[in-house]
């Protein structure tokens, strides 16, 4: 792990899960560049996409991420891309996340500059900031950026209140646009069920978000796994201390039982926090007063 | 966390659960030497016994520990001691773990140099060395030398075989005598059971340990915890690649289950190894490949 007092986290995420070999080369920059640490990647062949999640300095991390935005845009072609996630780009999005001695104000800035960064190198590509780096408030949820995805990012570009925050206003011919943004931790946790009925997936993503009535600071989409012969409720915890991964787990467990449908198996997607990890580890073992401190690295 | 890329642990266990004043007394020296930090602190009183958790640099936790070995003798008296756990002394046991940039040999070696420190500073103390610093090998184990406990430990220590390897050859009048060792990590885990027959957390805690047919790297005991109204299988796990904390706690389950006894609530005390907690929680919800390094710390 890192043992330096600062951490800022980027978790850039590529339309590309499939080809082993173009995500090899996308992992390059983010592997070789001093003041960087690829901390993890997860890639899935049904979303086809791959998530990196790295750490390290503010500018390091912007270099390595703008080098890998140019390989993105030579690799990937979003006209050929079919996956089961929503996407805008062949990056389709990069979120900055200020872990430990940064705050939210240095991650909104480095996201600009990153941005800024981006479309001066590739200045065929729009790019949209997002989240708490959003220059307006209905910029700021990633789904909606996302709504009509690649395909309709051109029309979308051209309505005053989707214009790019840079580059031109119409999408890369190959590699759509890209969103670049400042968020909050969250966590990315996966669960698949043994069916392949897309629409129990979908039910159940809807009855546990919190947009549907469920659970607070849970957001969820129902996905299709056809490559496992499953379906999937694919979940972002955006405030663990709200919701924590168990009561989604059990949630989501529940709903799947109601409809006689069983867990397979589950995903952690990038990190989770020491004390997330705890606070679930201590309500599976009914330990009322666990501490994440307990947790030796 | 301990950011330096060494780190020796100790986890010295004082016969008194009860008394805050005392335990704050003992406290006092492994929280302000300097070069070791006090990682964590339980206390039970049904145990009668407080464990306390400690990192840093050898010679700042000798001193740390020589010093509180002289407040144990100052304030406890075994004579008036009355615990559920077998003890020997009033700072009943010293383990050093090697955990980061150190090994066994250096564990074993600050064992030795910190027994013959506290024989000197305090010389009507016996010290006995265990397990990776034993003498002889029937004196590795620490059940086998906390057995006949402060009660027996006159006559046992005029035997040959449990001539102490330091200090005088009959028990410290009130303060008993010290094991002090060195071993590899382990994790201290009970489970505590909504029943007040005793007879139960035995037979489970038989069933379940190792010397019992039941699982790899286990120790278990049953204890009587009168001042919750339940009981308890105290376990320690040696090896938690054998068998792991979610192991520990479904086997305990499984045979309380069979006994109509529910399981009331659990304990960890003191530090569980990253992998361990990755492990463990990775089991529970249903992940194969979770990563000890996706903890973010």
């Known amino acids: 792990m890192n043992h330096s007092n600062q951490i ?9 899960g499939r080809n082993l070999n173009i995500i090899d080369k996308l992992l390059t920059p983010l592997r070789s560049t ?3 640490r690829l901390l993890d990647y997860s890639r899935d062949e049904d979303h086809n996409r791959m998530v990196a999640t790295m750490a390290g300095h503010p500018d390091a991390l912007r270099q390595a991420i703008t080098d890998a935005v140019g390989i993105a845009i030579a690799c990937i072609d979003l006209n050929r891309h079919r996956g089961e996630h929503p996407r805008i780009g062949a990056v389709d999005v990069i979120p900055f996340i200020p872990l430990r001695g940064y705050d939210m104000e240095a991650a909104v800035r480095l996201a600009r500059e990153t941005a800024a960064g981006i479309a001066s190198r590739y200045p065929q590509l729009p790019v949209i900031l997002y989240e708490e780096a959003a220059t307006a408030p209905h910029r700021r949820n990633l789904a909606d950026l996302r ?4 395909e309709g990012l051109d029309a979308k570009l051209q309505r005053p209140e989707w214009q790019p925050d840079y580059g031109p206003a119409r999408r890369h011919p190959t590699a759509g646009a890209v969103a670049v943004g400042a968020r909050r931790p969250l966590i990315a946790f996966n669960v698949n069920l043994g069916t392949t009925d897309i629409r129990i997936a979908k039910e159940i993503a809807s009855s546990v978000r919190q947009s549907g009535g469920g659970l607070p600071a849970c957001k969820a989409l129902g996905i299709e796994l056809r490559s496992k012969g499953m379906v999937q409720v694919s979940m972002n915890l955006t405030d663990y201390t709200l919701t924590g991964i168990h009561q989604a787990y059990e949630a989501v467990s529940r709903e799947a039982d109601k409809r006689g449908i069983s867990v ?3 995903e952690l997607i990038g990190m989770i926090p020491q004390e997330a990890a705890a606070h679930s580890l201590g ?4 330990i009322s007063n666990f501490n994440s401190q307990q947790i030796l690295i």
Do not use: K
């Open 8 to 16: 800022m986290e980027a978790v850039p995420n590529f339309s590309e």
């Open 283 to 286: 309500h599976f073992l009914r």
């Open 264 to 266: 397979a198996c589950c």
């Open 147 to 150: 709504r009509g995805e690649f």
């Open 34 to 36: 001093e003041g960087v």
